[in-house]
């Protein structure tokens, strides 16, 4: 028989029986039922919210997860050990390969052009682990671009390589005065002071000085372009067209040896020294132009100088005096 429960009444100061009802034992009952359910949804709710319950099928997925994450990140260090091989590939495409065929070098932007604009990754965001997921892709696309520009450079050179004899014969490189007829080399190339207005001025070529009619040779195989004198200052002049984007000038001469589109071998005499034109004296002015711009002749003496020859050259070349056109 169930023990009898008592409360303390305050009016007769006595302790009194505590009579159940139905009511009262099915109200408290529903009440303990209710309470439980309540505290069970709240209870389920925290644990379907953290990692403390999980299916067997939501473990899984969280091991491969991280499996990815570590693949990724392992990926990333590989990229970075590419970038640095492919960084080397191009420094030395640039700096020797290119160099050596006499090629313009790949600018850094078109290595690596062609990826801005819009945004590209927009279906890799809203993920946990975007930012790891779209640096990884932008470095792999990057790379990829890299590859096919590096490979047309290679394909670029193969062909130089192929063309390199022919190159090595057409190349302007050696001195069109022969050195036993040179009296001196009067001005290099760069700022001179000009004879006539005594102003300071570009010089683009360099002056050889040398008696009239002193023979001139041509520095290179090619075909003649121009022997006439229809070129404001130039006088009597010969430019010989070597192919590979290379063009020699010989100007002020007395008299021509060659005529328009002949063929000429490096060493012909192509004509004689002059001063015809805008000129103060005998002399020889020499230009050589790669891809339309002119460029110091004295890089390209290679074939008929000594290097205690080509240093006296040099240090007169540098001199900043007046130029003879």
Do not use: W
């Not at 290119?98 to 927009?122: D, H, L, T």
């Amino acid at each position: 028989m169930p023990k009898a429960k008592y409360f303390y009444d305050e009016k007769s100061l006595s302790f009194r029986p505590i009579n159940n009802n139905k009511f009262t034992l099915v109200s408290g009952v529903v009440l303990f039922l209710l309470s439980s359910i309540m505290f069970g949804i709240i209870a389920l709710f925290i644990l379907l919210n953290t990692n403390a319950l999980n299916t067997p099928t939501e473990l899984v997925q969280a091991r491969e997860l991280e499996n990815f994450k570590l693949q990724y990140e392992l990926l990333n260090k590989k990229l970075e050990k590419i970038e640095e091989v492919m960084a080397n590939v191009a420094d030395r495409d640039n700096n020797l390969y290119r160099v050596y065929f006499e090629a313009s070098p790949i600018p850094e932007e078109q290595r690596k052009m062609g990826f801005g604009g819009i945004n590209r990754y927009k279906e890799l965001e809203g993920y946990e682990n975007s930012e790891l997921i779209i640096n990884t892709t932008k470095r792999l696309e990057v790379l990829t671009k890299q590859v096919v520009v590096q490979s047309r450079s290679l394909e670029e050179l193969e062909s130089l390589a192929n063309n390199k004899e022919d190159l090595l014969g057409a190349m302007p490189s050696i001195q069109p005065i022969h050195k036993n007829d040179l009296k001196k080399m009067a001005s290099g190339f760069g700022y001179r002071r000009d004879p006539f207005t005594k102003k300071r001025r570009f010089h683009r070529g360099m002056d050889f000085t040398a008696p009239r009619g002193t023979p001139v040779y041509a520095s290179g195989d090619g075909v003649v372009g121009r022997a006439d004198n229809r070129s404001a200052g130039y006088g009597k002049h010969v430019r010989i067209d070597h192919g590979f984007g290379y063009v020699s000038l010989y100007a002020h001469l007395d008299k021509y040896n060659v005529k328009r589109r002949q063929k000429v071998k490096r060493g012909d005499v192509i004509g004689f020294v002059g001063s015809t034109g805008r000129s103060v004296g005998p002399h020889l002015h020499y230009e050589i132009l790669k891809e339309g711009k002119r460029v110091n002749p004295l890089n390209y003496y290679s074939g008929n100088l000594t290097a205690e020859e080509f240093d006296i050259m040099l240090n007169l070349a540098n001199q900043e005096n007046q130029s003879m056109d």
